[in-house]
């Protein structure tokens, strides 16, 4: 599992995906935005507002020092999952499936 990436100045969190260029950035409502390649993989995941969202996510009051702590895997299938987990805390966000080139 890779570490999510976190800047508490902007309180945004960012799940780095895979290695290529992002082609467009999709929102998946005002707290989620996909990066995606022209291919339409995942490049990254930003989480906004991300304290909060990862908080109810992971079940969990979670600090900026918790933040740096998650660890994660992006997985695509019928649906895009963020696999996270702190300590003995696991919890996935599922999102919208593969997303068509534009």
Do not use: C, F, W
């Not at 291919?39 to 969990?60: F, P, Q, Y």
């Not at 933040?67 to 300590?87: D, F, N, P, S, T």
Request: without cysteine.
């Amino acid at each position: 599992m890779k570490q999510m990436t976190y800047d508490p100045k902007a309180n945004a969190a960012y799940a780095y995906g895979m290695p290529n260029k992002v082609q467009r950035t999709v929102e998946v409502n005002p707290n989620i935005h996909l990066d995606l390649s022209t291919d339409g993989h995942v490049v990254g995941i930003e989480i906004l507002n991300a304290k909060t969202v990862l908080s109810k996510t992971l079940g969990m009051r979670l600090n900026a020092d918790d933040m740096q702590k998650i660890e994660y895997e992006i997985e695509e299938k019928a649906g895009i999952y963020l696999h996270m987990r702190i300590g003995a805390n696991k919890a996935s966000l599922v999102l919208p499936g593969r997303l068509a080139p534009a």
